[in-house]
């Protein structure tokens, strides 16, 4: 199983920039597909952004498409979630994600999470 470690949270002003890392322990992190989700207070954690195993695949919320880019360097054995254009309501606790398989599906399971980093968007 990989273990999963996110970094690059903080607070931010509306319209900023913030870049996460997901780092993974484990050779087998490039065989996997990878996604972020975020959980905001009081609602369910929900999918925002998702990569296969090589990086040429790409899958995006509506809510972040256009202004968040997901990406992975797998000789780092680290994933990114690159957020521009931040809004108060992208708030939340993000956690980076595994899935089952190399190729990402809305119905793909997971198979190794990370503990979460808090972002936080000042209006």
């Known amino acids: 199983q990989v273990q999963l470690v996110e970094s690059g949270g903080g607070l931010v002003q509306a319209g900023g920039s913030l870049r996460l890392s997901c780092a993974a322990s484990?050779?087998?992190?490039?065989?996997?597909?990878m996604g972020w989700f975020r959980q905001a207070p009081g609602k369910e954690r929900e999918f925002v952004a998702a990569?296969?195993?090589?990086?040429?695949?790409?899958n995006y919320a509506d809510s972040v498409k256009g202004r968040f880019t997901i990406s992975r360097d797998n000789a780092k054995n680290t994933g990114y979630l690159q957020m521009d254009s931040l809004k108060p309501e992208d708030t939340a606790v993000y956690y980076c994600?595994?899935?089952?398989?190399?190729?990402?599906?809305?119905?793909?399971?997971?198979?190794?999470w990370g503990q979460g980093t808090q972002v936080t968007v000042s209006s």
């Open positions: 994600a595994t899935y089952v398989g190399s190729q990402y599906s809305p119905t793909q399971r997971i198979n190794s």
């Open positions: 484990g050779r087998t992190f490039s065989t996997y597909a």
């Open positions: 990569i296969s195993w090589g990086g040429t695949r790409t």
